[in-house]
């Protein structure tokens, strides 16, 4: 799928950091986009930066969200891509249902997912004090929210015309080995990748591809910690090596651009030096 086709992407947590990047890099390439996340303002805000010609700095992380419901609409990137903001609560599916209905009301159809939206939850705290309530926060975020996102739209790409369309959902590296005193996250994001591989071979007849991104210390606010020390394995503090969130966002850009025929079913991304080889 190209840009010159006109082509429609869905980008959820898109008010910052890894979503507002890809949303923005797909915005300047000419592709539509319905920014979902938890404010309207932080959507709002992406749309002006693909305008600006240039990638914001590091930002936030990935956003699910707050009830949504509201929506808005802004223009920014190359000639003739649109922003629709709309605010979401992935975890919610009368919120998800009301985001993809907007995006073909306004769009017509949608060629991309990127099912980006999470949360890592409260870091630090080991499993024997981890409230339930901050552990389902994150199930419903990261694994309930990207189920929804997925099941909507496959439900759309598959009864569209020209039916099919790509789904890319953001795992992490966290999804092959885990951080310490990270369940919760660690956890979602091993199942995210059962749901990518499930959503993949049941996309095959109707031509939608299903592909993964496990990404290593982006740089955003999220992983800014990283850079002054991370807890390791070992127990000890140290500083870990981040790399540029834009590098990130042009790689989901060409994975979204491959013909559907072709599909990148997993893609890790990662700062070079970060201890992830070998971790632990």
């Known amino acids: 799928?190209?840009?010159?086709?006109?082509?429609?992407?869905?980008?959820?947590?898109?008010?910052?950091?890894?979503?507002?990047?890809?949303?923005?890099?797909?915005?300047?390439?000419?592709?539509?986009?319905?920014?979902?996340?938890?404010?309207?303002?932080?959507?709002?805000?992406?749309?002006?930066?693909?305008?600006?010609?240039?990638?914001?700095?590091?930002?936030?992380?990935?956003?699910?969200?707050?009830?949504?419901?509201?929506?808005?609409?802004a223009t920014g990137?190359?000639?003739?891509?649109?922003?629709?903001?709309?605010?979401?609560?992935?975890?919610?599916?009368?919120?998800?249902?009301?985001?993809?209905?907007?995006?073909?009301e306004r769009f017509g159809r949608v060629d991309l997912l990127f099912n980006n939206a999470g949360t890592f939850g409260p870091g630090g705290v080991p499993v024997e004090e981890l409230p339930y309530e901050a552990w389902r926060h994150v199930v419903d975020t990261n694994l309930n929210g990207a189920f929804l996102c997925a099941q909507a739209a496959y439900r759309q790409m598959k009864e569209q015309d020209p039916q099919g369309g790509r789904i890319i959902n953001n795992g992490s590296i966290s999804a092959h080995t885990p951080r310490p005193l990270s369940v919760a996250y660690t956890a979602t994001k091993h199942a995210l990748t059962g749901l990518t591989k499930s959503l993949s071979l049941d996309g095959r007849p109707y031509g939608i591809a299903v592909g993964q991104i496990d990404i290593g210390n982006a740089a955003t606010?999220?992983?800014?910690?990283?850079?002054?020390?991370?807890?390791?394995?070992?127990?000890e503090i140290a500083p870990e090596p981040v790399m540029?969130?834009?590098?990130?966002?042009?790689?989901?850009?060409?994975?979204?651009?491959?013909?559907?025929?072709?599909?990148?079913?997993?893609?890790?991304?990662?700062?070079?030096?970060?201890?992830?080889?070998g971790r632990g």
């Open 244 to 277: 540029d969130v834009a590098d990130v966002a042009r790689t989901v850009r060409h994975m979204a651009e491959l013909p559907l025929e072709a599909n990148v079913q997993f893609a890790t991304v990662l700062a070079t030096a970060m201890p992830y080889v």
């Open 77 to 104: 990137g190359a000639t003739g891509s649109a922003a629709l903001a709309v605010r979401t609560d992935v975890s919610r599916p009368e919120d998800v249902a009301a985001l993809f209905a907007a995006t073909v």
């Open 1 to 73: 799928m190209n840009a010159k086709d006109n082509a429609i992407a869905v980008v959820t947590g898109a008010g910052s950091g890894i979503g507002r990047a890809v949303a923005v890099e797909l915005l300047r390439a000419g592709w539509s986009v319905a920014l979902a996340g938890r404010r309207v303002e932080t959507l709002e805000e992406t749309a002006a930066l693909a305008s600006e010609g240039t990638h914001e700095g590091p930002t936030g992380g990935t956003s699910g969200g707050a009830a949504g419901g509201a929506t808005g609409g």
């Open 221 to 235: 606010d999220m992983t800014s910690r990283m850079q002054t020390g991370a807890l390791q394995a070992n127990g």
